[in-house]
């Protein structure tokens, strides 16, 4: 989108610049609303439409076998909950555990208010909804950590809400599932 406005704005300058130099009338207006105006404008426009659409269709959770990790929100933390190494159910504290390569799902719910769940490095945002279950897909190509939080203003405690994903090799050992320790207090007005 960035690319797709700068391009625009680019050609909005220069219209104008060639506007002031050549002063009133001139021959090849028509052309250049037709061609640029619209054209260009369009294409641009048409080309961040299939973008979206493609990018979009990659986040909606289908049947298949992909990891379904169950998260909930509160205020004001995440609570994760997949199935483990050994094929029980392991639950975790403000530390999301994804293997790399492999598209996973999580099953947003709320405990209270409405949160969102984000995580900048992964895509977009989903709502955590209070009696309502949304679903989002995501990947992470490569392992490592990332930082993910709660997108959605839910109280005092929103600033701290945050949670962070462990990125694992699936040929690798299995993480150890430990939770994160409790944010450290805030001054969150109690
Ligand atoms: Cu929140």
């Known amino acids: 989108m960035l690319i797709g406005a700068a391009l625009i704005t680019a050609l909005v300058l220069v219209l104008v610049a060639l506007a002031l130099r050549r002063g009133a009338g001139g021959t090849s207006e028509r052309r250049w609303t037709i061609h640029w105006g619209l054209g260009f404008t369009m294409t641009?426009?048409?080309l961040l439409l299939g973008f979206g659409l493609w990018?979009?269709?990659r986040m909606i959770s289908r049947a298949d076998d992909a990891l379904r990790?169950?998260?909930e929100a509160r205020q004001w933390g995440w609570r994760f909950t997949q199935p483990g190494p050994g094929g029980?159910?392991?639950t975790t504290?403000?530390?999301l555990y994804v293997p790399a390569g492999a598209p996973f799902d999580i099953v947003l719910r709320s405990a209270d208010v409405i949160h969102s769940?984000?995580?900048p490095q992964l895509g977009g945002k989903m709502d955590a909804i209070p009696g309502h279950?949304?679903?989002h897909r995501l990947q992470a190509d490569a392992p490592g950590r990332h930082e993910g939080l709660c997108a959605e203003f839910c109280g005092l405690g929103h600033a701290a809400m945050r949670f962070e994903v462990v990125v694992y090799d699936p040929?690798?050992?299995?993480p150890d599932f430990a939770s994160a320790p409790p944010p450290a207090a805030t001054g969150e007005g109690s």
């Open 44 to 46: 641009v426009l048409a």
């Open 55 to 57: 990018t979009g269709e």
């Open 69 to 71: 990790v169950e998260a």
């Open 88 to 90: 029980e159910s392991v």
């Open 93 to 95: 504290e403000g530390i």
């Open 117 to 119: 769940f984000w995580v």
């Open 133 to 135: 279950e949304n679903i």
């Open 171 to 174: 040929d690798g050992p299995p």
